[in-house]
């Protein structure tokens, strides 16, 4: 099984790093604009930095980070 994970608006990211600390095997800061992105291995476009297709077993890290994001920027669904 596999979970979709997006920020939507990507935009209203306010870089505070809560989900990096939470779930760092999935959310990254970018160099270029120092948002949150998706961490390029679970991207299926690279090009689309703000969606990604991660295994079941992360699901708890994924959570706490719709979670906890202060702007609740990050949404997830079964894939
Ligand atoms: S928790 Fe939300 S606002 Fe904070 S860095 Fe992550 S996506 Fe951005």
Known sequence: ?????????RDNCIADMVCVS????VFEMSDV???A????KW???????NEGF?????KDCVEAA???????IIH???A
Do not use: F
């Open 76 to 78: 997830m669904e079964p």
């Open 66 to 72: 719709v979670q906890s994001c202060p702007t609740q």
């Open 33 to 35: 604009d120092g948002k």
């Open 1 to 9: 099984m596999t979970l979709r994970v997006w920020e939507e608006p």
């Open 54 to 58: 991660v295994p079941d077993d992360m």
């Open 22 to 25: 939470l779930c760092g095997d």
């Open 43 to 49: 991207r299926k476009d690279p090009d689309k930095i």
């Open 37 to 40: 992105n998706i961490i390029a």
